[in-house]
């Protein structure tokens, strides 16, 4: 009876200890909400900010953080494949000499972070996350094979150039502040020349390196008026747009000559 008694308490024990290890290490999560879900583009439109109010839910089994929080938000536009070309003087004309073509790359992309982002996790980390402008996936088609080439692709540093002048792509190391320790606010800047279409917004939640928790929301860019008017005329009625296109023009061109008529 000794003996099994003892074996029924080494099991109970050993019960004990596995399910010990099944329990979470700690209790965050993240609630995040925007401000709208909806932009209405229309002629007068110069560009606008939504902004990302969120907290950090603690629980009973949350352990201490000795380095703090860190929030991590990436904003990603409409896919959209987009070709990158690099011109060359050949026989003195400058043309093409070579193109890259990425495949489904977001139209609109913005890094916003509590800091810098090496200061905030590992390189490796932020490559498995895709935190940052020098991590996010661009693959680019290679044949009949997409991938995935280093930062320092002269093709990938000149397709994010670019989308950096055009005030579509952007990273602020500053972009989210805490409000209080758990409470954060974020301004996600939308340029007059951001697409339309769905925007998704990802947020991690970053400590001790790592990530421990993580969200989504979404936004949609939408064009009203007019706009709205013309630009399902076009997609939905080409041949008679671009018919009803060539006849303003043709007398556009008419009334010019008779306003600027010599006699």
Same mark, same amino acid.
């Given at each position: 009876m000794a003996r099994v008694s003892r074996h029924a308490a080494l099991g109970t024990a050993t019960a004990l200890l596995l399910s010990s290890f099944s329990l979470p290490a700690f209790g965050e999560r993240l609630v995040a909400s925007l401000?709208?879900?909806q932009v209405m583009i229309t002629s007068s439109f110069t560009g606008t900010e939504i902004v990302l109010f969120g907290t950090v839910e603690r629980?009973?089994?949350t352990i201490t953080r000795g380095s703090?929080?860190?929030i991590v938000v990436t904003v990603f536009g409409p896919r959209q494949t987009l070709v990158t070309r690099r011109k060359g003087r050949i026989l003195g004309v400058w043309a093409n000499v070579d193109s890259r073509e990425f495949v489904d790359p977001p139209s609109y992309l913005?890094?916003?972070?509590?800091?810098?982002l090496d200061a905030i996790a590992s390189p490796d980390m932020l490559r498995r996350q895709q935190a940052g402008l020098d991590y996010v996936s661009l693959p680019q088609r290679m044949g009949t094979t997409n991938i995935e080439l280093a930062p320092d692709d002269p093709f990938r540093m000149a397709f994010i150039r670019l989308k950096k002048e055009q005030? /579509?792509?952007?990273?602020e190391p500053t972009g989210v502040t805490f409000l209080t320790p758990t409470l954060f606010r974020a301004g996600i800047p939308l340029p007059a020349t951001a697409p339309i279409g769905s925007y998704e917004v990802d947020v991690k939640l970053f400590a001790d390196a790592a990530v421990i928790a993580r969200t989504n929301s979404a936004f949609e860019i939408i064009k009203v008026g007019f706009e709205q008017f013309v630009a399902e005329a076009a997609r939905d009625y080409g041949f008679f747009y671009g018919l009803a296109t060539a006849m303003m023009a043709? /007398?556009?061109?008419w009334l010019a000559?008779?306003?600027f008529r010599r006699d």
């Open positions: 401000s709208r879900h629980d009973a089994q703090g929080y860190d913005a890094v916003l972070a509590t800091k810098r005030g /579509l792509y952007r990273e043709l /007398l556009t061109g000559s008779v306003v």
